[in-house]
């Protein structure tokens, strides 16, 4: 038989457990993950930045929390939702592009790391690649060193392209870096361009329908993580339009597109939580180097190349990393 004192004894330390269980819980460092799309537009990525928080140890709900922010297309909202992770003290912040310039306006301390489709440098967000020297470092996905590579493939699937509409979204900072790269390309490749801005569902319809008067011969889409998210809506659209569809992230082609050309974005998203891993273990953003993606891919949609009339060069299939049939 247990004895009074025992008792109390057992007693105290089992009320005591939830009470330590949630000091263990409230002592887990915790991350701030801040995305201009929503959550369901990019689950691969997702999975794939907790792949690398895992490559370090940290596994979300055992030794780690994640405190999620998604902008849902909305880019002015994206300030607000920094400052609150930096209300929250979150060990590290880990963001996309269009998230990037609005976390580093809210904390100069908390460790940010980056997915960005520019130059680093050039938007003052680190000193060098080599070492950035502030509290800012990601990973750095070449796109617009792409873009007449791109423009390029586009003719080698469409040799009669001379007219082709770029879509862009003005509120978003890949415009910016769409629109210095593209122009000169095509002209070096004397091509025209048509320039169409689009930032919602509704204003991708419209950019479609104006098509009927502009008769471009191809669809350029620019390196934005909106008309990822919008990438159904586009293929289905670029399709209905007899429209030959470039992009750069290959979760366009998936849905529908003809050709994407560009780095591996998922991979990307891995390497910002290992970075955000090897952070929370003690080092110092200044000290990680920015990393180049060199992993790209080419993805050609052969079944919509099949809708479109359009005949797969040979030598296309050969180079490409993924054919889907």
């Known amino acids: 038989m247990i004895g009074r004192r025992e008792f109390v004894t057992v007693l105290g330390g089992a009320a005591a457990w939830p009470i330590a269980a949630r000091a263990q819980q409230a002592a887990m460092p915790v991350v701030g993950f801040l995305n201009s799309a929503s959550p369901e537009a990019f689950p691969d990525r997702l999975r794939a ?7 370090t140890g940290f596994v979300e709900g055992e030794n ?4 999620y922010r998604w902008g849902e297309n ?35 301390s908390i460790p940010i790391v980056f997915l960005l489709n520019e130059d680093p440098v050039r938007l003052g967000l680190v000193a060098s690649l080599a070492r950035p020297g502030g509290n800012l470092t990601g ?16 003719r080698e699937l469409v040799p009669s392209v001379a007219r082709v509409a770029v879509i862009v979204s003005p509120v978003s900072l890949t415009a910016e870096i769409t629109l ?9 490749m004397r091509l025209q361009t048509d320039i ?36 159904v809506q586009l293929a289905n659209s670029a399709t209905r339009h007899g429209l030959p569809m470039i992009a750069s992230t290959r979760e366009i082609t998936e849905a529908g597109g003809l050709i994407s050309y560009g780095s591996n974005v998922v991979d990307a998203y891995r390497q910002i939580g290992i970075y955000a891993g090897r952070i929370l273990k003690g080092a110092k953003p200044e ?3 920015v990393v180049q993606s060199t992993k790209l891919e080419l993805v050609i949609n052969h079944q919509t190349a099949r809708i479109l009339g359009l005949t797969v060069p040979d030598k296309l299939l050969a180079l490409a990393d993924e054919v889907i049939e």
């Open 49 to 55: 930045f907790h792949r690398g928080l895992k490559d």
């Open 287 to 289: 000290d990680l180097p």
């Open 139 to 154: 990973v750095n996905n070449v796109s617009g060193e792409l873009t007449a590579k791109q423009l390029e493939l586009l």
């Open 196 to 231: 169409v801005n689009a930032s919602t569902r509704r204003e991708i319809d419209a950019a479609f329908a104006s098509f009927v008067g502009r008769r471009p011969d191809a669809l350029f889409v620019a390196s934005d993580p909106l008309f990822t998210s919008r990438r």
């Open 64 to 67: 780690v929390a994640i405190v």
């Open 74 to 108: 909305q880019f002015d909202r994206l300030p607000e939702l920094a400052a609150d992770l930096v209300r929250r003290q979150v060990k590290v912040i880990a963001v996309n592009t269009p998230a990037a310039l609005p976390a580093k306006a809210a904390t100069a």
């Open 180 to 188: 210095r790269d593209v122009e000169p390309a095509a002209r070096a």
